[in-house]
Structure formats: structure tokens, C-alpha cells
């Protein structure tokens, strides 16, 4: 027994989604890096791992 047929409309939007995520997250990443993000996540990132070890 198989459900109501869906628009065409959703068939495509469920196709597409994955490949739209992933633009979007390309995106965003390039956002990121092109802002000076990226520096500071790393700093923080390094000032977290030494300060967990007992260095800094």
C-alpha cells in the first residue's frame, strides 16, 4: 500500500537539499576564513589545549 503521490515540487527539494547544505556550508566557511575568523578560533583553540595539558 503505498501513500498519496506527492507535488513534483518536493521530489526536488528533497534531491537538491544535500547539495544546497553543502554550498552553504562552503559558503560560510569561506565567509569565515575571509573574515579573520579562523585566527581566532585557532588562537582560542591553542590557548584551551595548553591550558588543559598544564602549560599555559
Known amino acids: 500500500m503505498q501513500g498519496r503521490p506527492r507535488p513534483d515540487g518536493v521530489d526536488k527539494v528533497k534531491r537538491y537539499f544535500p547539495y544546497i547544505i553543502f554550498i552553504l556550508s ?11 575568523e579562523a585566527s581566532s578560533i ?3 583553540a591553542i590557548a584551551i589545549c595548553l591550558s588543559c595539558i598544564g602549560i599555559g
Open 26 to 36: 562552503i559558503l560560510f566557511i569561506f565567509v569565515g576564513i575571509f573574515t579573520g
Open 42 to 44: 585557532y588562537k582560542k
